[in-house]
Every structure is written in structure tokens, then in C-alpha cells.
């Protein structure tokens, strides 16, 4: 239940995050959002506020922010359609019933001859009592009700295509973006918390970790000033040094008591990616607080963790690559229930790392992607006119196919992975 409880919330986080900020830069700019959703499928709960829906939807794979004339929207009211309107003191239409006219008495019954809820917002219509063709203003925030589910009109001035590239663009790479800022948050309030390793004085501990620290004759208290001859003044330039020879004898020159002495050590290694290797002494920091140091920190945790992403990615061109590295939602629920097991700051940690993950993920040059659509975007820019939205939509809708094709395909993996 923890892990469930944990992986839901994580979920929810990250998810929310990076919709909220496609949501709030694409209303800065004037977009119209129909709808803010966490979860795909079928829709679990709902309420409206500003013009937007917002869901809690049944799937927890993802999310969305539908903005208002981004993808074709075919209309729901045509030419030949019998419809009621509703009009205000001005007598400019507020509420067009699609059906269930009969719940809405108030409403005048036309026939739509002629309409545009986009650029001239206007109904031409034939009344019915009278058989005059009759020419009707629409307002700019008129209804349209259906099934008594009422949507608010786009006009022209409140669609996607209708801002220039830059706008465009921000209101799609914000997703992204805030997906770092909330690992950057994350990240300095952890670093705030448990303070940062500023000196390279080790702490050797009883631990099978020092194993290595503890055969090359260290103790805590040590403070370590050169590796294979570099020089080192910090933790971040003793790890560094330390990282760049995995499985290697290394010289090891510390200052103990004041005095200086050299000792030699045959580093442990870690895997960080599929075959690659930093090396591991076995020592821990002595943390202090620092606020300069916390960001740092947390800028370095995100390089690495973006590093190791681009280096895993970088197998599909040599061929190395494999399922095994990359997860779906089942692998990220056994990586969360692992995380639970050791205790809230290493869920904590975790979020920030698969927040991370997400942001870089969606910037892939994929049509289904943010990544694909700014590719798009930057691809109006040179040809200095859009790419048909017809096409664009196509191509977005099969990348979609084989996104979630390649979803369940990792899905199944993971499965077999857990019972293997």
C-alpha cells in the first residue's frame, strides 16, 4: 500500500508539474485550455474553473493540455443543424443548444444556413416561424451546449496558431522546463536539509562500503589533497578525481594530524550507464550547510543524471541498446517500492531523478512529443509558413500509436523482469 500510495503521489507531482506549465504559459500568452488532464482513459473526476476542465482521468500514463485550436477540431455545429440560442441584453448570442432543446425554453429555435465561431463569430440562420433568414452576432464567450456539457468558444485571437512561433514555443517547452525547476526544488531543499560535502575530509566507516578506504590505511578525519598526482581542495574535485579511474590503482596523498602522507588504493567501481563505470573509494563527506553549496549541488545532481540519460540514449546509434534500460509505468512502480523500502529521502531524491527523466524525455525530437512539436515549430520558422496542421496532426497521431505500442511493449518487460 506505501508503494502505491507513494507512486501515485510521485506520479501526480511530476505530472502536474509539467501540465501546469504548458497550462499557465499558454494562458500568459492567450491561449485558450479546454482541458487540463492527469491520467489518460476514461474521465474519474472533474470541475471547471476559467474556461478549463479539469480531469483526474483513469490511466496514470501521463497527461495533457488541450489547447484550444492546436490540433483540427471538427465543429460540432454546421450548416443544416437545428439548434436554440440564448442571447443577452445586447442580443448577441451566449449559449447555442445543440440538443435537449426542450430543457433550455428559453431558447430561440433556428436553422443554421451559414456559421463562423472562429473568425467573424456570426450564425446565419432561418427562423422558423417566420422563414426569414436572419443574421445572429455571437459572443466571443458564447457556449456551446451539449449533452448539458457546455464548452466555451475559441475565437481566432485565443487559438494556438493564431500567436507568433516564440509564444508558441514557450507554451510547449514550459512543460519541460518546469519538470527541471521542480528537480531543481527538490534538489536544494534536500541539499538544505542534509547539508553538502564542501571539504574532501572522509569519514571511513565499520560499513562493507569502505572496504577499499579501510585497505588503503585511511581514517576519518583524513583530509585528502591529491589523487594520481591532481591536486584537490574540495569533495566535488576529490570525487571527480576519484570517479575517472574505476577498478584502477590510484595514489592517494591525505593530510592527517597536519602531517602529510601517501597511500595507494585499488578503487571499487559503480555503474552509472550500460558499461560505464566511475570509480568508488568508499568514504563518506563530513556535510555542512551552505546555501551557495546546496545549489550547486542540485545543479551537479541534475548534470549527472541528464549525462547518464544521453549516454543510455546514445546505445540506440551503436547498437548496444536494450529494453532492459528504459521503464514504463510497471518498472517505475518497482523502482518506487525500492526507494519506499529506504525511507522518504530517497523517495524524495527519486522524484526529483524521474522528474528529470520526463523533462528530457518529452524534448526527444518525437512528433509526440514536446520535443517533435517545437521541431515543428522551428521547421514554420525557416519555411516561414506552417506545415499543413492536416500533416502535422497525421504524423502526431502515428507517433502517438507507436508511443503507447512502445509503452506496452516496456510494460511488458518490466512484468517479465519481476517474475523472472
Not at 128 to 154: F, G, H, P, W
Not at 216 to 244: F, Q, Y
Request: glycine share 8%.
Amino acid at each position: 500500500m506505501n508503494t502505491l500510495l507513494a507512486f501515485l503521489a510521485i506520479f501526480s507531482v511530476i505530472v502536474f508539474v509539467h501540465e501546469w506549465g504548458h497550462l499557465y504559459f499558454a494562458k500568459k500568452v492567450g491561449i485558450m485550455c479546454h482541458e487540463f488532464a492527469i491520467g489518460m482513459g476514461p474521465k474519474l473526476f472533474s470541475f471547471e474553473r476559467n474556461d478549463t476542465v479539469y480531469t483526474i482521468r483513469l490511466l496514470p500514463i501521463g497527461g495533457y493540455v488541450r489547447m484550444a485550436g492546436e490540433e483540427p477540431e471538427e465543429s460540432r455545429v454546421r450548416p443544416g443543424h437545428e439548434v436554440g440560442l440564448v442571447f443577452d441584453r445586447n442580443q448577441q448570442v451566449t449559449e447555442i443548444i445543440v440538443n435537449n432543446k426542450d430543457k433550455h425554453p428559453e431558447a430561440h429555435v433556428v436553422q443554421i444556413e451559414q456559421i463562423d465561431l472562429v473568425h467573424e463569430l456570426f450564425i446565419e440562420a432561418r427562423d422558423e416561424e417566420t422563414d426569414e433568414m436572419i443574421r445572429y452576432a455571437v459572443s466571443d464567450r458564447a457556449l456551446v451546449v451539449e449533452d448539458e456539457v457546455a464548452e466555451r468558444i475559441a475565437p481566432w485571437s485565443k487559438q494556438f496558431h493564431s500567436k507568433s512561433i516564440p509564444k508558441r514555443a514557450m507554451a510547449i517547452f514550459a512543460g519541460p522546463l518546469m519538470n527541471f525547476v521542480l528537480a531543481f526544488v527538490i534538489l536544494l531543499g534536500l541539499a538544505l536539509y542534509q547539508g553538502v560535502r564542501l571539504s574532501p575530509e572522509v569519514v571511513v566507516s565499520d560499513s562493507p562500503d569502505s572496504k577499499t578506504a579501510i585497505q588503503a590505511g585511511l581514517e576519518t578525519g583524513d583530509v585528502i589533497t591529491a589523487v594520481e598526482g591532481a591536486p584537490v581542495s574540495s569533495w566535488k574535485e576529490m570525487t571527480a578525481e576519484i570517479e575517472r579511474y574505476p577498478g584502477e590503482e590510484v595514489t592517494i596523498e591525505f593530510e592527517r594530524a597536519g602531517e602529510l602522507k601517501q597511500t595507494t588504493a585499488t578503487l571499487g567501481k559503480r555503474e552509472i550507464a550500460p558499461g560505464k563505470y566511475q570509480g568508488v573509494l568508499g568514504v563518506h563527506g563530513i556535510s555542512e550547510f551552505s546555501v551557495l553549496g546546496s545549489i550547486e549541488k542540485a545543479v551537479n545532481d541534475i548534470y549527472r543524471t541528464a549525462t547518464s540519460i544521453f549516454n543510455t540514449l546514445g546505445l540506440i546509434f551503436t547498437g548496444q541498446f536494450s529494453l532492459d534500460y528504459v521503464a514504463g509505468p510497471v518498472g517505475i512502480y518497482n523502482f518506487t517500492g525500492q526507494a519506499v523500502t529506504q525511507g522518504w529521502i530517497t523517495v524524495v531524491f527519486f522524484t526529483a531523478m524521474l522528474s528529470v527523466n520526463i523533462g528530457i524525455i518529452n524534448l526527444l525530437p518525437i512528433p509526440a512529443m514536446d520535443g517533435g512539436r517545437l521541431v515543428f515549430l522551428g521547421l514554420e520558422a525557416i519555411r516561414r509558413k506552417p506545415i499543413p496542421r492536416e500533416k502535422e496532426a497525421t504524423i502526431g497521431f502515428v507517433s502517438f500509436a507507436l508511443l503507447m505500442l512502445l509503452i506496452i511493449v516496456v510494460t511488458w518487460n518490466d512484468i517479465h523482469k519481476l517474475f523472472s
